[in-house]
């Protein structure tokens, strides 16, 4: 679905570093998320947004924070990177109340060192 | 706190078999269940989906059945295919919620 990108879409970096994960979408949708998938954990819901000023934590937020620059343009930051948050993220977006199908990013894969 | 359980891990069926993968949830006030494909390499994407006030859906080889009292839902996959071979997601989410709450994944193996 190019519709939702995501960049970069691999990255290594070493430990302590901060590191920003884009996300824009032309889907013209409200709200968007952040997940971490890890194997044999599925997808965990890290930050979602249902618009500019409205950003909520998910169930694993801690060592991330997030920013939602426009409607179309959700980025998630790593402070200070360590290697437990080496993972899979993934971004997505979903359309109007009512709507609840979401609609992935291509996924970014991030290595910490 | 909200979960989904799901079951198995890993499935491997002969080509032209069925599947059948499980999902339990916790939270009584879940109305949605969506099911997410993961190919190789690639992001999620919804297959099929259900909702509390329905039993049962059909899509072509794939269905989905709900049991609300259990609170539980599957997945059938009949005449399997290799192309079927990814990982499968179930989520819950309730009305009020604008969360899916994700099952850890089954990882499905169509051996030709």
């Known amino acids: 679905d190019a519709d939702v990108t995501q960049t970069p879409r691999n990255r290594i970096t070493k430990t302590g570093k901060r590191i920003m994960l884009e996300c824009s979408q032309t889907k013209g949708h409200d709200r968007m998320y952040w997940y971490r998938q890890d194997p044999g954990l599925g997808l965990r819901l890290i930050y979602y947004?249902?618009?500019?000023?409205?950003?909520n934590k998910g169930e694993i937020s801690d060592g991330y924070s997030v920013s939602r620059q426009a409607q179309a343009k959700f980025s998630l930051s790593l402070e200070s990177a360590i290697p437990n948050q080496t993972a899979l993220y993934f971004c997505a977006t979903r359309g109007p109340a009512g709507v609840d199908e979401q609609f992935f990013g291509p996924g970014t894969r991030l290595t910490v060192l | 706190g909200e979960n989904v359980e799901q079951h198995p891990s890993t499935l491997s069926v002969q080509e032209g078999d069925s599947a059948v993968i499980k999902c339990t949830y916790s939270?009584?006030?879940?109305?949605?269940f969506p099911w997410y494909k993961q190919e190789l390499g690639k992001r999620p994407q919804l297959i099929i989906d259900i909702r509390s006030n329905v039993g049962e859906k059909k899509d072509q080889r794939i269905a989905v059945t709900l049991n609300k009292t259990a609170k539980h839902f599957s997945l059938h996959i009949t005449e399997t295919q290799p192309e079927d071979s990814a990982v499968y997601f179930c989520a819950a989410k309730a009305a009020s919620s604008y969360k899916l709450i994700f099952g850890s994944g089954t990882r499905l193996l169509v051996r030709p």
């Open positions: 947004s249902f618009d500019v000023k409205d950003i």
């Open positions: 939270d009584s006030a879940s109305n949605y």
